[in-house]
């Protein structure tokens, strides 16, 4: 009989309609490190979170057997209380303040009413220790690198008498060296006796410190496999990850010749200067008019910073290496520069940084081109009317008028808001950063459909995209990015899920 | 759509902006019975609109600067010294009126640039940037005035900026002809731009309100302009203050919703970093509306100079924080991105008619503080309670 310290049973979580989890099960003895492992969208996340309590008892199906318990988080300090620490991808870190006032913010020492600072600086040294971090407790966070921010966070979290642990992926963000101090030290804590939950991309990692690994696909338990038994290895995990058919909601693409190259980088570089890396690494890659390019890859890879970094360096990284467009080298100063020349950029993030949420339709269309509706700087409001409309039909957007304000609008529908204000700017080359995340499959199809009419008046497109099936439904070449290089390019014929996959965990 | 239809619908899409007209209308109603008309009369009216004036110039540049998310606090001293330095060339150097006027409204240009530059080129917080103008300007006001104490304006022709009326060429039954040809050509000006923007719209094919709302919305606006008019002219007719402060609101109300650089303004305020992505020099844009409020408060100095005829050592004093508060009651919104020039001068004539008002009546100045403090609180109690309801 096994000493399970966490039973999750049953556990189902619908948002609207979707179903985020389905019956998941996910069982974790005392003492071992699992891994959790899955795409973009799987369902880690989601499990985690219902775990923690962030969704509260009564939002979810299914129960979670904790310490041989039932439990029934209402909120997330039930279940630090209980004894489940999160430590997530962001750090939760202040970091203006020193690193002992941090490992017990909010879990201050006291004496009295005041806060007892010479126990706690006592008190944080001895966590330093436990995680081998050999700073002086005095130091500021921000003054730390990325690495050991992170043991500080696992510090912090270790000062609440932890008996589950879980990370969020803790190494993305790491360079190779404190990615392997915080495997040696995770082992460590495994010898102490703390059960360690991790969440992880990076597979050789996964084979290297995993005693269990417990694989997600579309909200389903897929498999766990015991590395002990010997099932774990890259091949096996990377089949369970994807396995999934390729279903035919791409529309028919007519065979068509590509033209001329019409981007084109070359050991394209970009630094950031307040992470302190290369987000983008040694880039190679060219397009064809025509031609649909899909850059595939992990979140974090780098694929919106090369896209950024193309559209006018709007994040001011210091870039290095050669862009030629329409085969004239090109540096771009402001996004402006990058729109003359014929380059638009749909966004990620379309509530964010790509609409204007309490704006109407119409502006939201030609915020991007008023010149297109203005002559000598005077707007024509009618002209204005037009141009929404025409994009309005052209694209279908559901909307009761032009004057809808955007904020209002279903996600499909703020996509096309957003793909027909760049439209409208007569881009030669159109990069979408995730067109189709969080939108319906109809919507999703109405988007493909207009993608291939595009390419076929001559347009170029790069796609990023988390989702394979998308990538491979639609591209004509992909280029798979991690951690900030190109790691491969992959013709359609010899594209498959396992490919990818392959060189996006490399 | 049925004609009840219509009008509840516009009234309904329209509720912000039509309060503000439906407040100031209460406010002056009430003030008129309680002063047994002595509220709307010629000569107080005059006086009112004159004492918004200089306010009024800085709510109009202090909308633009809310609705990018900045602010900026530096008006008041800003027009304090500017309006001294106005003074100086007039009466020490002996400048023409004609020379100096360009000269100070190009140093508040510059004074607003710099303002700019902190803010977007270098990264202050507004309120930092321009809490620090606001120190250095009413030292710099100190500086210039020290010497001499308050600086008396003879010029006749500067001084007529603030207390001046325009000519009245000749009086029909005691009203001044020119401000009733003024007031004639608005009338006409309005409904021309009114015909000719519907018929525009039918020749695009486009849905236009019902000829029955079209003709009462006219008639009433132009019976707003007329009566307006036929009072200001019962007195001494349009002061210099109200036609400089109706070209200020006509110039900045076109260049706000019909130029590329106005929706830039409001694109950079609504979201900056889907501006940026768009394309749109979020720091130019910063630049020149910090640039036009530096403008607008040499010319808000300029006018209080020449209602005192005389420069003070305490000019402009608090100027930024009733600029604020105009701008507020004329529905602005710190989120950003939303906010309208004609919204300001209401805001700014609000308020006025509040001091007017309650000065007629005797209230203490104790109690005026706290009633325009309630309504400040009031009209953006109203503004966000209507917004939470349209989302």
Same mark, same amino acid.
């Given at each position: 009989?096994?000493?399970?310290?966490?039973?999750?049973?049953?556990?189902?979580?619908?948002?609207?309609?979707?179903?985020?989890?389905?019956?998941?099960?996910?069982?974790?003895?005392?003492?071992?490190?699992?891994?959790?492992?899955?795409?973009?969208?799987?369902?880690?996340?989601?499990?985690?979170?219902?775990?923690?309590?962030?969704?509260?008892?009564?939002?979810?199906?299914?129960?979670?057997?904790?310490?041989?318990?039932?439990?029934?988080?209402?909120?997330?300090?039930?279940?630090?209380?209980?004894?489940?620490?999160?430590?997530?991808?962001?750090?939760?870190?202040?970091?203006?303040?020193?690193?002992?006032?941090?490992?017990?913010?909010?879990?201050?020492?006291?004496?009295?009413?005041?806060?007892?600072? $010479?126990?706690?600086?006592?008190?944080?040294?001895?966590?330093?220790?436990?995680?081998?971090?050999?700073?002086?407790?005095?130091?500021?966070?921000?003054?730390?690198?990325?690495?050991?921010?992170?043991?500080?966070?696992?510090?912090?979290?270790?000062?609440? $008498?932890?008996?589950?642990?879980?990370?969020?992926?803790?190494?993305?963000?790491?360079?190779?060296?404190?990615?392997? $101090?915080?495997?040696?030290?995770?082992?460590?804590?495994?010898?102490?006796?703390?059960?360690?939950?991790?969440?992880?991309?990076?597979?050789?990692?996964?084979?290297?410190?995993?005693?269990?690994?417990?694989? *997600?696909?579309?909200?389903?338990?897929?498999?766990?496999?015991?590395?002990?038994?010997?099932?774990?290895?890259?091949?096996?995990?990377?089949? $369970?990850?994807?396995?999934?058919?390729?279903?035919?909601?791409?529309?028919?693409?007519?065979?068509?010749?590509?033209?001329?190259?019409?981007?084109?980088?070359?050991?394209?570089?970009?630094?950031?200067?307040?992470?302190?890396?290369?987000?983008?690494?040694?880039?190679?890659?060219?397009?064809?008019?025509?031609?649909?390019?899909?850059?595939?890859?992990?979140?974090?890879?780098?694929?919106?910073?090369?896209?950024?970094?193309?559209?006018?360096?709007?994040?001011?990284?210091?870039?290095?290496?050669?862009?030629?467009?329409?085969?004239?080298?090109?540096?771009?100063?402001?996004?402006?520069?990058?729109?003359?020349?014929?380059?638009?950029?749909?966004?990620?993030?379309?509530?964010?940084?790509?609409?204007?949420?309490?704006?109407?339709?119409?502006?939201?269309?030609?915020?991007?081109?008023?010149?297109?509706?203005?002559?000598?700087?005077?707007?024509?409001?009618?002209?204005?009317?037009?141009?929404? !409309?025409?994009?309005?039909?052209?694209?279908?957007?559901?909307?009761?008028?032009?004057?809808?304000?955007?904020?209002?609008?279903?996600?499909?529908?703020?996509?096309?808001?957003?793909?027909?204000?760049?439209?409208?700017?007569?881009?030669?080359?159109?990069?979408?950063?995730?067109?189709?995340?969080?939108?319906?499959?109809?919507?999703?199809?109405?988007?493909?459909?207009?993608?291939?009419?595009?390419?076929?008046?001559?347009?170029?497109?790069?796609?990023?995209? !988390?989702?394979?099936?998308?990538?491979?439904?639609?591209?004509?070449?992909?280029?798979?990015?991690?951690?900030?290089?190109?790691?491969?390019?992959? !013709?359609?014929?010899?594209?498959?899920?396992?490919?990818?996959?392959?060189?996006?965990?490399? | 759509?049925?004609?009840?239809?219509?009008?509840?619908?516009?009234?309904?899409?329209?509720?912000?902006?039509?309060?503000?007209?439906?407040?100031?209308?209460?406010?002056? *109603?009430?003030?008129?019975?309680?002063?047994?008309?002595?509220?709307?009369?010629? &000569?107080?009216?005059?006086?009112?609109?004159?004492?918004?004036?200089?306010?009024?110039?800085?709510?109009?540049?202090?909308?633009?600067?809310?609705?990018? &998310?900045?602010?900026?606090?530096?008006?008041?001293?800003?027009?304090?010294?500017?309006?001294?330095?106005?003074?100086?060339?007039?009466?020490?150097?002996?400048?023409?009126?004609?020379?100096?006027?360009?000269?100070?409204?190009?140093?508040?240009?510059?004074?607003? *640039?710099?303002?700019?530059?902190?803010?977007?080129?270098?990264?202050?917080?507004?309120?930092?940037?321009?809490?620090?103008?606001?120190?250095?300007?009413?030292?710099?006001?100190?500086?210039?005035?020290?010497?001499?104490?308050?600086?008396?304006?003879?010029?006749?022709?500067?001084?007529?900026?603030?207390?001046?009326?325009?000519?009245?060429?000749?009086?029909?039954?005691?009203?001044?002809?020119?401000?009733?040809?003024?007031?004639?050509?608005?009338?006409?000006?309005?409904?021309?731009?009114?015909?000719?923007?519907?018929?525009?719209?039918?020749?695009?094919?486009?849905?236009?309100?019902?000829?029955?709302?079209?003709?009462?919305?006219?008639?009433?606006?132009?019976?707003?302009?007329?009566?307006?008019?036929?009072?200001?002219?019962?007195?001494?007719?349009?002061?210099?203050?109200?036609?400089?402060?109706?070209?200020?609101?006509?110039?900045?109300?076109?260049?706000?919703?019909?130029?590329?650089?106005?929706?830039?303004?409001?694109?950079?305020?609504?979201?900056?970093?889907?501006?940026?992505?768009?394309?749109?020099?979020?720091?130019?844009?910063?630049?020149?509306?910090?640039?036009?409020?530096?403008?607008?408060?040499?010319?808000?100095?300029?006018?209080?100079?020449?209602?005192?005829?005389?420069?003070?050592?305490?000019?402009?004093?608090?100027?930024? *924080?009733?600029?604020?508060?105009?701008?507020?009651?004329?529905?602005?919104? !710190?989120?950003?991105?939303?906010?309208?020039?004609?919204?300001?001068?209401?805001?700014?004539?609000?308020?006025?008619?509040?001091?007017?008002?309650?000065?007629?009546?005797?209230?203490?100045?104790?109690?005026?503080?706290?009633?325009?403090?309630?309504?400040?609180?009031?009209?953006?109690?109203?503004?966000?309670?209507?917004?939470?309801?349209?989302?």
């Amino acid at each position: 009989m096994s000493d399970y310290i966490l039973e999750m049973n049953g556990i189902t979580k619908e948002f609207t309609g979707i179903k985020a989890l389905d019956d998941v099960n996910f069982k974790v003895e005392r003492g071992e490190i699992h891994c959790l492992i899955g795409e973009n969208g799987a369902g880690k996340s989601t499990l985690m979170k219902v775990l923690s309590g962030v969704y509260p008892y009564g939002t979810y199906e299914g129960d979670i057997v904790f310490e041989g318990e039932v439990q029934k988080f209402n909120e997330i300090n039930d279940s630090v209380k209980a004894g489940i620490a999160i430590i997530y991808q962001e750090l939760a870190l202040f970091p203006d303040l020193t690193v002992y006032e941090n490992i017990f913010a909010g879990n201050e020492i006291r004496k009295g009413p005041f806060v007892d600072w $010479n126990e706690t600086i006592i008190q944080a040294t001895q966590m330093l220790k436990k995680v081998k971090l050999n700073v002086d407790p005095e130091t500021l966070i921000k003054d730390l690198g990325v690495g050991k921010q992170q043991l500080v966070e696992i510090a912090k979290t270790l000062s609440k $008498n932890v008996k589950l642990l879980i990370l969020d992926e803790p190494t993305a963000a790491l360079n190779e060296n404190d990615s392997e $101090n915080l495997l040696e030290l995770l082992k460590e804590l495994r010898s102490q006796g703390i059960t360690c939950i991790m969440i992880s991309h990076k597979l050789k990692e996964v084979i290297s410190i995993a005693d269990k690994a417990t694989i *997600l696909r579309d909200g389903q338990t897929v498999c766990t496999l015991d590395a002990h038994k010997g099932e774990i290895s890259e091949s096996v995990i990377i089949k $369970n990850m994807v396995g999934r058919e390729i279903e035919d909601i791409y529309p028919k693409r007519l065979d068509h010749q590509f033209g001329k190259t019409v981007l084109e980088l070359n050991n394209w570089s970009a630094y950031d200067s307040q992470l302190g890396r290369d987000v983008v690494k040694n880039a190679n890659l060219h397009v064809k008019q025509g031609e649909i390019i899909g850059v595939a890859g992990l979140m974090g890879s780098g694929r919106t910073e090369l896209a950024l970094s193309i559209f006018g360096n709007s994040r001011n990284y210091k870039l290095q290496g050669d862009m030629k467009v329409q085969g004239q080298p090109a540096s771009f100063k402001h996004t402006s520069d990058a729109i003359k020349a014929g380059i638009a950029y749909v966004t990620e993030d379309r509530k964010g940084n790509g609409l204007f949420l309490i704006k109407d339709i119409k502006s939201n269309v030609t915020a991007a081109h008023l010149k297109g509706i203005s002559s000598r700087g005077v707007l024509n409001l009618n002209e204005e009317v037009m141009v929404g !409309s025409q994009y309005k039909d052209s694209l279908h957007i559901k909307a009761s008028s032009l004057e809808q304000i955007v904020g209002n609008l279903s996600g499909g529908n703020q996509q096309k808001v957003s793909l027909g204000k760049w439209l409208f700017t007569g881009p030669k080359i159109l990069i979408l950063d995730e067109p189709t995340r969080g939108i319906d499959v109809g919507a999703k199809f109405e988007i493909y459909t207009i993608m291939n009419e595009l390419i076929k008046e001559g347009m170029s497109i790069i796609m990023i995209s !988390s989702e394979l099936n998308e990538i491979i439904g639609m591209s004509d070449r992909i280029y798979v990015m991690a951690e900030g290089k190109i790691t491969g390019e992959l !013709s359609k014929a010899e594209t498959t899920q396992e490919a990818i996959m392959e060189l996006a965990t490399q | 759509m049925s004609f009840f239809n219509e009008a509840k619908f516009l009234i309904k899409s329209n509720i912000r902006d039509y309060g503000m007209y439906i407040a100031l209308f209460v406010i002056m *109603l009430t003030f008129a019975i309680m002063t047994d008309g002595l509220f709307m009369s010629s &000569r107080n009216i005059s006086n009112l609109l004159d004492s918004a004036g200089y306010i009024a110039v800085l709510a109009v540049g202090m909308t633009l600067v809310i609705v990018i &998310r900045h602010i900026d606090l530096s008006v008041g001293f800003v027009a304090g010294f500017l309006g001294a330095v106005a003074a100086i060339f007039l009466t020490q150097i002996g400048m023409s009126v004609w020379l100096v006027i360009p000269i100070v409204l190009i140093f508040g240009i510059f004074i607003g *640039l710099f303002n700019g530059f902190l803010v977007a080129k270098i990264g202050i917080p507004s309120f930092v940037a321009t809490l620090a103008g606001m120190l250095i300007f009413r030292g710099a006001l100190l500086n210039v005035t020290e010497s001499t104490g308050t600086i008396i304006v003879n010029d006749d022709l500067f001084n007529a900026l603030g207390n001046g009326f325009i000519p009245s060429l000749m009086e029909v039954n005691g009203l001044h002809l020119l401000s009733l040809l003024v007031g004639l050509i608005g009338i006409i000006l309005y409904v021309y731009s009114e015909v000719s923007n519907r018929r525009n719209k039918a020749k695009y094919g486009f849905d236009v309100m019902s000829a029955k709302i079209f003709i009462i919305k006219l008639v009433f606006v132009s019976f707003i302009i007329g009566y307006i008019t036929w009072v200001l002219a019962g007195y001494n007719g349009f002061s210099w203050t109200v036609v400089i402060m109706l070209l200020v609101v006509v110039v900045y109300h076109f260049l706000s919703t019909k130029t590329v650089l106005g929706r830039n303004i409001y694109a950079v305020g609504s979201n900056p970093e889907a501006a940026h992505l768009s394309g749109i020099n979020v720091t130019k844009i910063t630049m020149i509306v910090f640039g036009s409020m530096g403008m607008l408060a040499a010319l808000s100095g300029i006018l209080f100079t020449a209602r005192l005829q005389s420069a003070t050592t305490t000019a402009g004093t608090l100027f930024e *924080l009733d600029a604020i508060a105009a701008a507020y009651v004329g529905g602005v919104s !710190s989120a950003g991105g939303v906010g309208k020039v004609t919204g300001a001068i209401i805001g700014a004539i609000v308020m006025a008619s509040l001091s007017s008002g309650m000065n007629l009546l005797g209230v203490g100045i104790s109690y005026q503080y706290m009633i325009r403090g309630g309504v400040l609180a009031a009209a953006v109690i109203f503004d966000v309670m209507t917004r939470r309801q349209r989302a």
